[in-house]
């Protein structure tokens, strides 16, 4: 069997295969944050402010007019797993659930029945720079969940297994289990009515680094697995002798064992795998249904009933500068990481 499927250039946001619907990479350099937490005013002039995906000066304001972000939006019908390595987000949302995550925690939301959240990108740092990255992984939902209650749960950086792999040279790789299993080690448990939630789906998100001249091995798992590999920084490697520059998406076979060797620079990859739910996918704006029919349904469901409306004084909450890494949920249960 063919372990290379294909390869193609990487775009944003980066096209997936079910059970994923699409990935979005987020890499901003933010400058120092105000006493709002945004930019300095000076270094938004030329831009589209609410609408704002130039990357003029290396960043973007996205939806937000004070700080970036995305304000309140809604969701029906498959789930986001965010996974911040750096910078942090606030999240709110029409349940009364908020919270603030980053330096390597993962949200993940189920968006069920129908739920709007506001995602913004608070610049906490007066005095020194706010690198932002995070990736924002779309993954569906069955028809038979599509209407399961919203949830949203943390995956806190210090519980994601994060295991260290060293090739025969003493060369290493780190592997950030998101989700799933490596080796014996497995992953924090996703939210409860994800597809990700059954073994037998075989879903694995890993983020993977890899030192120089390092070689590292993704084991097979079943001859339906779809799996993708975004090569998305770094210079250059060879999987079977193919060599692949940075910057592309490799579809793998997900039933051959599958050998990277890293060349001269560090190489960092996202990994992308699962069996497909085999439905057919509808997609339109931010609902995600079976057929058109459910989506029309979705969108006069939200202009009737706002998934619960909004219970915050503005479309783009922020939590105050002084408070770090917490989650308050719709039960009133508290999470307090520092």
């Known amino acids: 069997m063919k372990k290379i499927i294909k390869i193609q250039q990487l775009t944003m946001p980066w096209q997936t295969i079910d059970p994923f619907l699409f990935t979005m990479h987020h890499n901003d350099a933010f400058p120092k944050g105000t006493e709002a937490m945004g930019p300095a ?5 030329g831009r589209t402010i609410g609408n704002d995906f130039s990357y003029s000066n ?6 937000g007019e004070t700080v970036p972000g995305f304000p309140a939006h809604p969701h029906r019908g498959f789930e986001t797993i965010t996974y911040v390595t750096k910078g942090y987000v606030d999240h709110s949302d029409s349940h009364g659930a908020q919270g603030r995550y980053g330096q390597g ?41 599509k209407f399961v209650e919203p949830n949203y749960k943390m995956l806190w950086a210090e519980d994601i297994p994060v295991i260290v792999h060293q090739d025969e040279a003493g060369n290493k790789t780190k592997i950030t289990i998101v989700a799933g299993s490596y080796n014996k080690s497995v992953g924090v448990a996703p939210a409860p009515d994800s597809w990700a939630n059954k073994e037998e789906n075989h879903v694995n998100i890993w983020h993977i680094q890899m030192e120089p001249e390092a070689c590292f091995e993704i084991p097979k798992v079943s001859s339906t697995l779809n799996r993708t590999l975004y090569y998305y920084e770094g210079e250059s490697v060879t999987i079977e002798d193919e060599l692949i520059k940075d910057k592309h998406m490799i579809i793998l076979s997900g039933n051959e064992n599958i050998v990277i060797h890293n060349k001269t620079h560090k190489s960092s990859f996202i990994l992308l795998e699962g069996e497909p739910i085999g439905e057919s996918v509808v997609k339109y704006g931010p609902f995600v249904m079976n057929t058109m ?10 202009q ?7 219970p915050w004084d503005s479309y783009d909450p922020i939590i105050p500068r002084e408070k770090r890494r917490f989650a308050l949920h719709e039960d009133g249960r508290l999470e307090d990481k520092e």
């Open 41 to 45: 005013s000076d270094s938004l002039v």
């Open 58 to 63: 290396g960043w973007s304001m996205y939806h």
């Open 105 to 145: 925690d993962v949200q993940w939301m189920t968006a069920g029945k129908g739920l709007q959240h506001a995602e913004m990108f608070p610049l906490v740092n007066k005095d020194d720079v706010n690198p932002m990255e995070l990736f924002q992984i779309w993954l569906n939902l069955p028809a038979k969940d």
């Open 293 to 302: 029919q459910e989506i029309e349904d979705a969108y006069k469901d939200f």
């Open 304 to 310: 009737d009933t706002e998934f619960g409306g909004w």
